[in-house]
């Protein structure tokens, strides 16, 4: 690949646009461009069923003129187009309302150092297409060894290089180069009519850290079989235990209800609640977008602000919101890096773990619920309300005695944060937003 | 603000129909037995209006093609938008690589098929208006839902249009366009009385021109009814928990025909035996009083268009005849592997996708039932109104998302509820299918419907329904 040559000419187009804008009339002007090179094989019974391959560019662009915003993007990158895009926004951001808290973030005079992130990794443009392949027949053929397997979803491995180019008007230009790597499976058991399924993944930034075919096909058999032949419960209130998976789905709509969009917006039950108690003691949560090569982590974001480690919730006390820039406008506070371009995300998004072991806290349980998936919508962030459909594994005396499905879970995120009884150790960054094994005191579970 | 938009569909592409033809091929030299190119032109409109000022406007533009090679059971795919011939070559050998066969087809000289109909007649094409009538159309729906009560404290709208042009060709010499509007006007309302805050969400939409909200729906109603919807929830109750009769209430309901039904009846989960239905060709999956259709071609809808992504012209297809399954949703591949016609069922998100089967509107067809006397059949039980959405795993287990509903007390409906989930499998809950109504309507035309990671616009509808059991999830 020309990567040198394609490189120089992203950052001087970004330049380019971003003068241009000033030229036609903007104030400030951003402009972001994504170049991507991805690679999938999806392989089902030993056979390849797709293979894409493909590299593609998108750019983005904010225009502000008199605080009146305006957005465009493209994926013809033809010079003729952009210009044409850059001209119609500072037009079209006439149209809209000025705005007092619109704007670009000032330039910071502190910059995260991108190499000690270890976003790239170079081995992965290095594999070939047969060596991909034959991880996914790999991962898949071990499991389909197991018999209580009856069908399979298939195995994927995917692979993505990207790199990010950002400028603006107040003088920001910077770029940085990711990897990720992803092998997947989902299998089936049981007949046509008692089928069980279930997934497993492992999806890292570096190749030598992805979990190996063997152990991917092992978790996926597992996580699959132990839900064969399930009961139906009666509906009760009983302690239910979390499984990280299902901590880290908690912790994804805590997320939202402590964005700062949903705070100003007033769209969260957590508004207002700054410097106050939303959960026990127990309760630590962080979003760090620094850590070294992990998911969530990036040397700044969609607006140019640097990352940073920033405590959301202290011993139970709400301690900030994560907000891009306008919204820490709205909300008097600074921004904390987690900008997407007009809403928020998630950098490594984290509930801390604690010192009990999940086998412990499993044991300890008298009767009770361990929640291994859940399916559907039934996240109100307005209310904090949660109803889902639920699968489980039904604990009593310490024990798991059986898989239950065809029930729904159904609490309030704020009750459950105060119930948090117990918190695992075994925290494993596996996605931008994670958290170890947890058990809530009660949770009402309807069933029959 | 004039410019390229202007510009015929095919001068995006730098392509002629001689540079295509040339593609073709040579995505074939690999020895693949079909190939395909998918262009794609694509324009899209935001307007945002929050906190009582029109926030943002935003434009955007996807440009790009897709090459897909078949090579028996096997797909190979790149697509790119760099335009240039060395970039689409580029794209066709990487699709090409997936065969290896030493029998080399060439490609049938293109014909193009001018289509005899159009689902979607529009006065003008949404993208063509102007931004100014656009944001009226805004304003207005803002303002009626936050003049309609004191306790309505916030109130988010967003208007969406977009036009997608796409062109497709084959190897089999098909050379067919199709040029879809779309656009979608939703408001989100928040009431609040002491301190309890509720959501109330509505919205219109099609593949419509602007004339719509005048004829058809007025953005003032979509404003009231999600004002309404928060209003009215500020006195709900938390759902009863348990196994109860549960009626459906019209229209909003049909995602649960989506959900349960629709999904498992896509050709590629029955192809790979994935599906609780794979083995059920023919066979009672329903109460006799069940049919199911869907149909891409109901004018101005959601889901309907006028060809596939792969070029089928689409059919109207009946999956459940009386309580009997009869008929899969199919695309190219699944209905050559299965041996079956192809129903038109394969769509893709955009340029960088494969296409799979999809479900386009996706019905239960009327009864003979009065809505009335299907409630008043219940002693009690559970009237299910808007839901969030729903999902369901191949082997039929499903959920919906309840976001308002009614208790059913002795006939009637009493108490506003909130937040339940409903949950079952799919034929279990089929065949408790006990009544239905001859009331038939469609959900809002702003329902998404996600597989694999491909959003594709959809619409889905049913009469009141009546389901002797269902399990209910709630806090009480």
Redesign the interface.
């Given at each position: 690949m020309t990567a040198e040559r394609a490189q120089l000419k992203l950052t001087e187009l970004a330049e380019d646009l971003v003068s241009l804008g000033s030229r036609k009339g903007a104030d400030e002007i951003e402009v972001s461009i994504l170049d991507g090179y991805e690679f999938s094989v999806d392989v089902r019974w030993g056979k390849i069923e797709n293979l894409v391959e493909a590299g593609s560019r998108a750019l983005g662009l904010r225009v502000i003129k008199e605080k009146r915003t305006a957005f465009a993007s493209s994926s013809d990158l033809s010079r003729e187009t952009l210009e044409r895009l850059v001209e119609n926004a500072v037009k079209r951001a006439a149209l809209s309302s000025p705005d007092e808290f619109s704007g670009l973030p000032s330039l910071s005079s502190q910059q995260i150092d991108i190499l000690s992130l270890h976003l790239f990794d170079p081995e992965i443009s290095k594999l070939d297409s047969k060596e991909k392949i034959a991880l996914a027949l790999e991962t898949e053929r071990i499991a389909l060894e197991d018999k209580r397997i009856t069908n399979s979803h298939g195995a994927s491995f995917e692979t993505k290089e990207i790199k990010s180019v950002l400028a603006n008007s107040n003088g920001f230009l910077r770029e940085y180069k990711q990897t990720l790597c992803g092998l997947s499976l989902g299998l089936q058991a049981g007949e046509t009519d008692s089928r069980v399924e279930d997934y497993w993944f492992s999806t890292k930034r570096h190749f030598r850290e992805l979990e190996p075919p063997e152990k991917v096909a092992r978790n996926a058999v597992r996580r699959t079989v132990r839900q064969l032949s399930p009961r139906k419960i009666k509906t009760q209130k009983v302690p239910v235990i979390f499984e990280p998976m299902m901590t880290s789905w908690l912790l994804g709509f805590l997320f939202v209800c402590i964005s700062g969009v949903s705070i100003y917006q007033k769209t969260s039950f957590l508004a207002g609640k700054l410097d106050k108690r939303i959960g026990n003691s127990r309760v630590n949560v962080i979003d760090n977008g620094i850590m070294s090569g992990l998911l969530g982590t990036r040397p700044f974001d969609a607006e140019g602000v640097p990352c940073q480690r920033t405590v959301v919730v202290d011993k139970g006390i709400l301690k900030n919101y994560l907000c891009n820039t306008y919204a820490a406008r709205k909300l008097k506070a600074k921004s904390t890096g987690n900008s997407t371009g007009t809403g928020v995300a998630p950098n490594n998004f984290y509930l801390e773990p604690g010192e009990t072991s999940p086998e412990k806290i499993i044991s300890s349980l008298e009767k009770g619920l361990i929640l291994i998936r859940t399916l559907g919508h039934g996240l109100n962030p307005v209310t904090g309300d949660i109803s889902r459909g639920a699968f489980g594994l039904w604990v009593e005396k310490g024990e798991v005695v059986y898989p239950v499905s065809e029930v729904t879970i159904s609490g309030n995120l704020g009750e459950i944060l105060n119930n948090i009884e117990a918190i695992g150790n075994d925290l494993e960054f596996r996605s931008p937003v994670c958290g170890p094994t947890i058990q809530i005191r009660e949770l009402t579970v309807a069933g029959e | 603000?004039k410019?390229?938009s202007s510009l015929k569909f095919e001068d995006?592409f730098q392509l002629s129909s001689a540079d295509l033809q040339k593609i073709l091929s040579l995505s074939l030299s690999r020895g693949g037995d079909f190939s395909e190119v998918f262009l794609e032109y694509k324009t899209y409109n935001?307007i945002n209006m929050?906190e009582d000022?029109?926030?943002?406007?935003?434009?955007?533009?996807?440009?790009?093609l897709g090459i897909r090679v078949l090579s028996g059971?096997?797909?190979?795919?790149?697509?790119?938008?760099?335009l240039s011939i060395k970039g689409v070559k580029k794209?066709a050998l990487?699709a090409a690589?997936?065969a290896s066969s030493p029998r080399i087809q060439a490609a049938s000289p293109l014909k193009l098929s001018r289509l005899e109909h159009n689902f979607y007649p529009v006065l003008r094409s949404p993208h063509l208006e102007n931004?100014?009538k656009k944001?009226s159309l805004v304003k207005n729906c803002y303002s009626a839902a936050m003049n309609l009560s004191s306790k309505i404290?916030?109130v988010?709208v967003s208007f969406v249009d977009q036009t997608q042009q796409v062109r497709v060709i084959n190897s089999e010499g098909l050379d067919i366009r199709d040029a879809r509007p779309l656009i979608k006007l939703v408001c989100?309302a928040?009431a609040e009385k002491k301190n309890k805050?509720?959501?109330g969400y509505s919205g219109g939409g099609g593949r419509v021109g602007l004339e719509y909200f005048d004829k058809t729906l007025p953005p003032e109603e979509i404003g009231q009814d999600a004002a309404k919807e928060a209003l009215e929830l500020l006195e709900a109750v938390l759902p009863p928990?348990?196994?109860m009769p549960v009626v459906l209430a019209p229209g909003h309901s049909g995602v649960l025909v989506h959900e349960a039904v629709g999904h498992l009846l896509e050709a590629d989960f029955n192809r790979?035996?994935?599906s609780?239905f794979?083995?059920k060709m023919g066979k009672k999956v329903a109460s006799s009083q069940v049919s199911i259709y869907d149909d891409p071609t109901i004018p101005h809808f959601r889901g309907s268009y006028n060809i596939d992504d792969e070029g089928t012209i689409p059919t109207k297809t009946l999956l459940i005849d009386r309580g009997n399954l009869t008929g899969l949703l199919q695309d190219r591949l699944s209905a050559r592997l299965m041996n079956e016609p192809c129903t038109g069922h394969g769509r893709r998100q955009d340029y960088?996708f494969?296409p799979i089967p999809r479900m386009s509107n996706t019905y239960i067809d009327r009864g003979e039932h009065t809505p009335e006397e299907i409630i008043f059949s219940v002693k009690k039980g559970f009237y299910a109104q808007k839901y969030?959405?729903?999902?369901?795993?191949?082997?039929?287990?499903?959920?919906?998302?309840v976001?308002s509903g009614y208790l059913i007390q002795d006939g009637k409906l009493t108490a506003p509820v909130?937040?339940?989930?409903l949950?079952?499998?799919n034929?279990d809950i089929l065949n408790k299918i006990e009544m239905i109504g001859s009331d038939l309507e469609f959900g809002l035309q702003t329902g998404t419907c996600g597989k694999e990671g491909q959003s594709m616009p959809v619409n889905d509808g049913c009469p009141t329904i009546k389901i002797a059991r269902m399990?209910?999830?709630?806090?009480?």
């Open positions: - | 603000m410019g390229n995006h935001l929050e000022i029109i926030k943002e406007t935003a434009e955007s533009i996807s440009l790009g059971e096997k797909t190979g795919y790149g697509y790119t938008n760099d794209a990487t690589s997936i931004l100014e944001i404290k916030k988010k989100l928040i805050r509720e959501a928990a348990g196994e790979k035996k994935t609780i794979w083995d960088t494969i969030q959405g729903g999902q369901v795993e191949d082997s039929g287990k499903f959920t919906f998302s976001s909130k937040q339940a989930t949950i079952g499998t034929i399990t209910v999830g709630g806090q009480n």
